[in-house]
C-alpha cells in the first residue's frame, strides 16, 4: 500500500513536470513567432529609409557645424574691434581675455565627441525624440543593428552639435553681458562703441535665429521616415519601447495600469470639480459671480498688456530687447535656394482691338535680399501671332531683363528694371550679337502681388523711360502678368 502510494506521488510529480516544461516551450515559441512576426514587420520599412535619414542628419550637422563656427568667429573678431575702440578712449576699462575659451568652443563643435544619454537642444523637438527612440529600437534587433549604426551615430553627432550650439550661445550671452556692464559707466555712450554693441547684438541675434531655423527642419519629416514610423507603431514591442524610453515619457512617467477603472479610483470627476466650484462661488455671496468675472477680465487684460509689449518687440517678440529698433531679415538665416524665387509673366503687344500681335513670354530668376526687396535677372521668348485674318505663331526674337521689386505696403511693390529687346527674327546666334539691334528700356512702375492657391500672382504696370528713342516708337505703358513659384 506504501509503494503504492509512492508510485502515485511520483507519477503526479513527472506530470507536473511535463506539464510545466510543456508552458515554457509553448511560451517560448509564442515568443519566437512573436519575435520573427516582429522581423517580418520590420523589413517593410522602405529600403531607402537608411540612408535618407542618415543624409539628412549628416546635412544638418554640416550646415550648424559651419555656421557656428563662422558666427562665433564673427563675434570674436567684433568684440576684439570694440575692445580696441575701448582701449583707446579708456585704457583702464577692460574685458577678461576670452580668446582661449572661443578656440575652445570652436575646437568643440568641429570634433565629434561621445554620444549622450540623452536629447538636449535647449526645447523639446518631437521629431527627435521619436527619430532617436526609433533608431535605439532598431538597434536591438539583430538583423538591423548593422543597418542602423550609421544614422545612430549622425543622430548622437547632432545631439551634441545641438548642445554645443546652447553653449555657444550661453557664451555670448555671458560675454554681451559683461560688455554691457563695462559700458554702462558711461553716461553718454560714444557713437563709435555703440555702433559696435549694436553688431555684436546683431550677430548674436542672428546665430540663435540660425540655430532655430536648423530646429525647425528637423520638425518636418519626411514622407519615407512618417511611413516607416507608422509600420513601427503596429508592433506592440516597438510601443512599449516608446512608452518606457523616448524623452517624453521620462518627463510624464505614464503607470502601467493607465487607464485602468483601478488607477482612476479616488480622482475628482469633471462633474465633482464642477460642484465644488459652484459651492465655493454660493458661500461668496451674492456678488461672488460677478467678483470672480470682473478679477477674470481684470488678468485677461493685463495678459494683453504683456502681449502687446513682446508684439512691439522686433518679429512679434522674437527680437532682442537690447536692440528695440533692430528690424531683423528672416532670409538671412535661410538656405540659398530658400531664398530663390522662380517666376513666369507675360505681356502682348496690341497691333488691333481683336488680337495682340507678339507675346513676350519671360521666365525670371529672383533672389530675396530681406523680407521687403528683391532682385533678378529673366529673359523671354517674343512669340509672333499674326493678323485677324491670318493667324499664325513664329518666332519674333529675345529679351533679356533685370528687374527689383521694394514692397511699399501690403501688397504693393515699387518695381525697376532695365531690360534689351531683340525684336527680329534670328537665324543663328551671330545675328544676336549686334550690340546696337538690341533696343532697350529703362522701366519703373508699381506691381501687385496676390495668392492664386499655392502660387503668388503678380501684375505689374511700367513705364518705359527709353520709348521715344525706340525705332519706330513704341508705347510707353507695359503691363505684365504672371506668378511666381
Known amino acids: 500500500m506504501n509503494k503504492?502510494?509512492?508510485?502515485?506521488?511520483?507519477?503526479?510529480?513527472?506530470s507536473a513536470s511535463f506539464l510545466c516544461y510543456s508552458q515554457q516551450r509553448d511560451s517560448a515559441l509564442n515568443t519566437a513567432r512573436s519575435s520573427d512576426?516582429?522581423?517580418s514587420e520590420i523589413q517593410d520599412l522602405p529600403s531607402k529609409y537608411y540612408s535618407k535619414v542618415d543624409k539628412k542628419l549628416s546635412l544638418v550637422n554640416d550646415q550648424l557645424t559651419k555656421k557656428s563656427i563662422k558666427y562665433l568667429a564673427k563675434f570674436q573678431r567684433q568684440e576684439q574691434k570694440l575692445q580696441r575702440r575701448l582701449q583707446q578712449l579708456h585704457p583702464e576699462l577692460a574685458v577678461t581675455d576670452a580668446t582661449q575659451k572661443?578656440?575652445?568652443?570652436?575646437?568643440?563643435?568641429?570634433?565629434?565627441?561621445?554620444?549622450?544619454?540623452?536629447?538636449?537642444?535647449?526645447?523639446?523637438?518631437?521629431?527627435?525624440?521619436?527619430?532617436?527612440?526609433?533608431l535605439s529600437f532598431l538597434k536591438q534587433v539583430n538583423d538591423f543593428s548593422d543597418k542602423v549604426k550609421s544614422p545612430l551615430s549622425s543622430f548622437d553627432n547632432l545631439q551634441n552639435k545641438l548642445q554645443q550650439s546652447e553653449q555657444i550661445k550661453e557664451f555670448i550671452a555671458e560675454r554681451r553681458a559683461q560688455i554691457k556692464e563695462l559700458l554702462s559707466k558711461y553716461t553718454h555712450l560714444p557713437g563709435s562703441l555703440k555702433n559696435e554693441y549694436d553688431k555684436l547684438n546683431k550677430t548674436a541675434y542672428y546665430y540663435s535665429a540660425q540655430v532655430q531655423e536648423?530646429?525647425?527642419?528637423?520638425?518636418?519629416p519626411k514622407k519615407i521616415e512618417e511611413q516607416a514610423l507608422r509600420i513601427l507603431n503596429k508592433l506592440p514591442a516597438f510601443q512599449k519601447?516608446?512608452?518606457?524610453?523616448?524623452?517624453?515619457?521620462?518627463?510624464?512617467?505614464?503607470?502601467a495600469n493607465y487607464g485602468s477603472a483601478q488607477n482612476l479610483t479616488g480622482l475628482q470627476t469633471r462633474s465633482s470639480v464642477q460642484s465644488l466650484i459652484q459651492q465655493r462661488i454660493a458661500a461668496g455671496g451674492v456678488n461672488a459671480q460677478s467678483q470672480i468675472q470682473q478679477n477674470l477680465a481684470q488678468a485677461q487684460g493685463e495678459l494683453n498688456k504683456i502681449k502687446d509689449r513682446l508684439n512691439?518687440?522686433?518679429?512679434?517678440?522674437?527680437?532682442?530687447?537690447?536692440?528695440?529698433?533692430?528690424?531683423?531679415?528672416?532670409?538671412?538665416?535661410?538656405?540659398?535656394f530658400d531664398r530663390l524665387e522662380f517666376?513666369?509673366?507675360?505681356?502682348?503687344?496690341i497691333s488691333n482691338p481683336l488680337l495682340p500681335s507678339t507675346a513676350n513670354l519671360a521666365l525670371t530668376l529672383g533672389y530675396k535680399l530681406d523680407d521687403k526687396k528683391s532682385c533678378g535677372v529673366g529673359a523671354g521668348y517674343i512669340l509672333g501671332m499674326g493678323t485677324i485674318k491670318h493667324i499664325s505663331f513664329t518666332s519674333q526674337g529675345l529679351s533679356l531683363r533685370s528687374y527689383?521689386?521694394?514692397?511699399?505696403?501690403?501688397?504693393?511693390?515699387?518695381?525697376?528694371?532695365?531690360?534689351?529687346?531683340?525684336?527680329?527674327?534670328?537665324?543663328?546666334?551671330?545675328?544676336?550679337?549686334?550690340?546696337?539691334a538690341w533696343q532697350r528700356s529703362c522701366l519703373a512702375g508699381i506691381s501687385k502681388k496676390y495668392k492664386i492657391g499655392k502660387k503668388n500672382g503678380e501684375m505689374k504696370i511700367l513705364y518705359d523711360f527709353f520709348a521715344q528713342r525706340h525705332l519706330p516708337v513704341s508705347s510707353p505703358v507695359l503691363f505684365r502678368t504672371g506668378y511666381s513659384f
Open 312 to 336: 512691439q518687440l522686433p518679429g512679434g517678440g522674437s527680437g532682442d530687447p537690447e536692440l528695440p529698433n533692430f528690424k531683423p531679415n528672416s532670409q538671412k538665416t535661410k538656405k540659398l
Open 4 to 14: 503504492l502510494k509512492i508510485y502515485l506521488i511520483l507519477l503526479l510529480c513527472s
Open 343 to 349: 517666376g513666369f509673366n507675360v505681356q502682348f503687344a
Open 404 to 436: 527689383f521689386d521694394w514692397k511699399i505696403k501690403k501688397q504693393f511693390y515699387a518695381s525697376g528694371g532695365y531690360e534689351a529687346n531683340y525684336n527680329s527674327a534670328f537665324k543663328n546666334i551671330e545675328q544676336l550679337k549686334n550690340y546696337n
Open 102 to 134: 572661443y578656440q575652445e568652443l570652436s575646437q568643440k563643435i568641429k570634433s565629434k565627441t561621445a554620444s549622450l544619454n540623452k536629447i538636449d537642444g535647449g526645447t523639446y523637438n518631437s521629431y527627435l525624440d521619436s527619430l532617436g527612440t526609433t
Open 37 to 39: 512576426s516582429s522581423i
Open 214 to 220: 536648423y530646429k525647425n527642419t528637423l520638425k518636418d
Open 241 to 255: 519601447f516608446m512608452n518606457q524610453n523616448s524623452q517624453l515619457s521620462s518627463l510624464f512617467r505614464i503607470p
